[in-house]
């Protein structure tokens, strides 16, 4: 299939989560359209069933495929762990997955072969990381640690709160047992947490964020193809939504690290 390089990228995530890839995106490929989709009407998508996240993750798939995207991203880990089979099989253009793109981070930066990933219990419990990281390598053992009270607590902006170190001591102490030298952050959230995880883990850790190597993955697919746009003009970012756009403008402006504009309400 031809596609035109003057199309924008379609991201995609359950809420505001997936705006740390646009975020990477923006910094990387600053030239680029990008259309964000997130689900802000049905989030969390963590505690759903796989069943349902699936069909959530084909109806999204159609909506930014009729609007002629140029590549999809699966920004929301727990959608790339549950439902990425049907999201390739729907999409005529490139899929690429922040699982994939955590999944390289990973490999690329454990020296001892013994890697954490935290994450929402539905990532955690689909195994996907295990699964993936182990195809890679087959020799890095996986220690994984479903973190569920990040997301509120990221989306509260107790980003360097009593409550939040507490929390993340209590997650990460097992992790820290089975001496891991590398932890990926395994939810789109929690780049944000990254400086007091690693306050928690200690300098012997290195953090290992999907977004930051999914836009060098973009990057390199881009320019492989002939896809990277040509222009020369600072890209044109939209967002769509399904619930609450002032909510998100607020929250979505710290994810993004600036104002958000030309947000849209969809209606389903």
């Given at each position: 299939m031809s596609v035109s390089p003057d199309l924008p990228i379609g991201v995609f995530d359950s809420g505001v989560g997936g705006l740390t890839v646009v975020r990477a995106l923006m910094e990387r490929l600053p030239n680029e359209d990008i259309l964000y989709f997130g689900d802000t009407a049905r989030v969390p998508y963590g505690v759903k069933s796989v069943e349902t996240i699936s069909h959530y993750a084909t109806q999204i798939t159609e909506f930014l495929l009729e609007r002629k995207v140029k590549l999809l991203i699966v920004a929301c880990n727990t959608m790339a762990a549950v439902a990425s089979q049907a999201i390739h099989d729907l999409s005529p253009v490139p899929v690429l997955d922040v699982i994939q793109a955590g999944t390289q981070g990973a490999v690329n930066t454990t020296l001892n072969k013994r890697v954490g990933v935290i994450g929402t219990l539905t990532t955690i419990n689909s195994q996907a990381y295990v699964h993936t990281i182990q195809q890679a390598d087959a020799d890095i053992r996986i220690h994984s640690q479903a973190c569920p009270l990040f997301v509120?607590?990221?989306?509260?902006?107790?980003?360097?709160?009593?409550?939040?170190?507490?929390?993340?001591i209590e997650y990460l102490q097992p992790l820290l047992q089975h001496g891991i030298d590398s932890l990926v952050l395994g939810c789109t959230h929690y780049p944000l947490l990254s400086p007091l995880l690693q306050e928690v883990v200690g300098d012997k850790v290195q953090l290992v964020d999907s977004a930051i190597t999914m836009a060098e993955q973009v990057e390199s697919l881009l320019d492989e193809t002939g896809m990277a746009n040509p222009k020369t003009t600072a890209g044109e970012h939209h967002y769509f939504v399904t619930d609450v756009p002032q909510r998100f403008q607020a929250v979505g402006g710290r994810f993004l690290g600036r104002p958000l504009s030309n947000v849209h309400v969809v209606n389903w």
């Open positions: 509120p607590l990221v989306e509260e902006g107790w980003l360097d709160h009593q409550v939040t170190r507490i929390t993340a």
